[in-house]
């Protein structure tokens, strides 16, 4: 077992899904769950995911390093899939962070699109707490349910992206996965604007609560609550 790599990006823009992911994936005769953390490079995605997930030893999980460099390029798959019951297994993948110097802003919505559209449990791997800084480095997930077209006829996320006009669009949260907002080396009390203690899922409805006088704020928000409805923090 080990990581390998699953949608390889090129330089010329150009990606594709490795020759050695595909054969895992053909090898799997099980109904199939996918768990995938996304966010900025260099705020320990692949550490989460060997320690919590895989519980992986260091030099067989996904790689990690002490640089500023990301470690991890494009898409990466855990080639053995964790088996969580007779009929159904779970494949685990980790992607590319966002906003690195040497990446671009199509490149990070291409990458987390993917990360989105092929995950049934989404992870979103943050540091410090949740602030506009932190919402705005969200603004992708705006990106995607954009290029995204759902058709009522046939309930497919897909429907419209090879030519042909999908009907009305029911609410694009029903195709989205389960949200799941890691925030790490979080040293705050968590307490309401009255001062009462609060719990993680309700310290993340207010950063989401309606912002009044700023409609790009205001649009972020409720970009969110309607892509992720079952959200936990």
Known sequence: MSAIPLVIFHQDGSCEVSKEATAVLEGIGKQVAVVAVAGRYRTGKSFLLNHVLLRAP??????????TQPCTKGLWLWSDPVHDAEDHCTLVIDTEGTGATNSDDNRDTRIFALA????????????GSIDEPALANLQVVTNVSKMVRVSAEDASPFAGAF?????????????????????????????????REIGEDEYLEEALQDHKGDQDKAGLRAALKSAFPHRDC
Do not use: M
Not at 116 to 127: A, D, E, K, T
């Open 58 to 67: 260091p030099e067989k999980g996904f790689q990690v390093g002490p640089t």
């Open 163 to 195: 030519g042909e006009e999908p009907k009305a669009c029911p609410d694009i949260g029903d195709f989205f996965p389960h949200f799941l907002w890691v925030v790490r080396d979080f040293i705050l009390e968590l307490r309401a604007a009255d001062g």
């Open 116 to 127: 989105l559209l092929l995950s049934s449990y989404f992870v979103y791997n943050s540091q």
